[in-house]
């Protein structure tokens, strides 16, 4: 094989099988790039050597005295998982009460919250309409100026006439 296996694509994954098989067989190297395994070294780009003790192995090669260390352990470590369960407070009847004061606290703030929203936004509303109701009063005035205005020059014109 000419390319380790990390460089190699599908094709020639295929065509080189058999020997990939023999390489992949009982690894001792891994790649720290992409986690490829092989026997031979350079097959990978990056190989790294796999620790002699797997822990598939490990575990067949301790003792018996230290496989029940272990279980006792995970027994003790259970049981006070246990308690620790048990002893978690009870919620009383008296507690679930507050809780549904409190949802129903937080409902009535949000019908007070969209209530305060509907106030304000007639408040607005009321601002814009005494806006323009000033604004419309202004127009008058000054309609009543330049019309009054008109009416004394027509008079004046009138009376200039006779």
């Known amino acids: 094989m000419t390319k380790s296996l990390c460089k190699m694509n599908r094709k020639q994954i295929a065509d080189g099988l058999s020997d990939i098989h023999r390489l992949v067989a009982e690894p001792k190297f891994v790649c720290r790039s992409c986690a490829r395994c092989s026997a031979d070294k350079a097959a990978l780009c990056k190989p790294t050597p796999i620790s002699t ?30 308690q620790k369960a048990n002893d978690k ?27 305060y929203k509907q106030q304000k936004e007639l408040l607005k509303l009321a601002k814009k309409k005494r806006k323009l109701l000033k604004r419309e009063a202004k127009l008058i005035a000054c309609l009543d100026v330049t019309q009054f205005s008109d009416l004394k020059k027509t008079s004046l014109q009138a009376s200039n006439m006779h």
């Open 53 to 82: 003790l797997s822990p598939q192995n490990a575990a067949d090669k301790q003792p018996a005295s230290a496989a029940q260390d272990k279980s006792q352990l995970v027994k003790k470590v259970i049981e006070q998982a246990k």
């Open 89 to 115: 407070p009870k919620i009383s009847p008296e507690r679930l009460l507050e809780y549904t004061s409190t949802k129903e606290i937080k409902r009535a703030q949000k019908a007070l919250k969209k209530q």
